[in-house]
């Protein structure tokens, strides 16, 4: 089946500072990936899309300056937190999707837990 | 702007006891997810609906998708405290901006 894996599973970082969260399918092309946000005790709030080798599509409301988005390969899409401040402390989920005719459907990766302190 | 909202946002439940969560959603689309969260954990798959009519079932769990009336159901039956976590729906847009939006989400608690 298809695997997302996300790095790193938990980051703590002095306000600032950058972060890079990294996104890679293990088996897969993923023609598309996804970025989540997770308050606690709230829903997913998707942040924003990337396609390789284009520029992420931005959510209304999402900074595009602060959540730098690169999706440089089939395989990989990394989001940094840029100047991060302790109101960016969340949950990051990442989703890729992809295979021959999309047939994995949406892949979630283990998600970041940052703490910008 | 889709919404997708569900209902209950909190359900405590009993043991033994049937509850089915709903899941609306303002605007077309014939693919529906279900994911369950645990504490600190990312999403797991549940069911993937994809037709008007689809019924899906795992266990003690059933999702159906009506399509017409944009409404998704997942029924629990005879509930485990196993079961204890947070259910979404997700709608995908793939035939219209090509992303996938998140329900507000239910938090289930089982008691004994």
């Known amino acids: 089946g298809a695997v997302v894996s996300q790095h790193p599973s938990r980051v703590i970082c002095k306000s600032g500072t950058s972060v890079k969260i990294e996104c890679r399918s293990l088996d897969f092309q993923a023609t598309t990936m996804f970025w989540y946000r997770q308050f606690p005790k709230k829903s997913l709030m998707l942040m924003a899309t990337s396609n390789e080798g284009s520029k992420a599509t931005y959510e209304q409301g999402v900074e595009k300056d602060k959540f730098l988005i690169n999706h440089a390969s089939l395989t990989l899409s990394t989001l940094t937190v840029t100047s991060a401040h302790p109101e960016d402390s969340s949950f990051y989920i990442c989703?890729?999707?992809?295979?021959?005719?999309?047939?994995?459907?949406?892949?979630f990766g283990s998600g970041t837990r940052l703490t910008v302190v | 702007e889709l919404k997708v909202e569900q209902n209950p946002l909190f359900l405590s439940m009993q043991e033994g006891k049937n509850y089915t969560i709903y899941c609306n959603y303002s605007?077309?689309?014939?693919?529906l997810y279900w994911y369950r969260q645990d504490p600190g954990k990312s999403l797991e798959s549940l069911f993937v609906?994809?037709?008007?009519?689809a019924v899906k079932q795992e266990g003690r769990l059933m999702a159906s998708l009506d399509t017409k009336a944009r409404l998704s159901t997942l029924h629990i039956t005879a509930a485990v405290h196993d079961l204890s976590a947070t259910y979404f729906c997700?709608?995908?847009?793939?035939?219209?901006?090509?992303?996938?939006?998140f329900g507000t989400g239910t938090r289930l608690q089982v008691f004994p």
């Open positions: 997700a709608v995908d847009m793939v035939y219209n901006t090509d992303k996938l939006i």
């Open positions: 989703s890729a999707r992809g295979g021959q005719g999309n047939r994995y459907g949406y892949t």
């Open positions: 609906l994809l037709s008007n009519g």
């Open positions: 605007t077309t689309s014939d693919r």
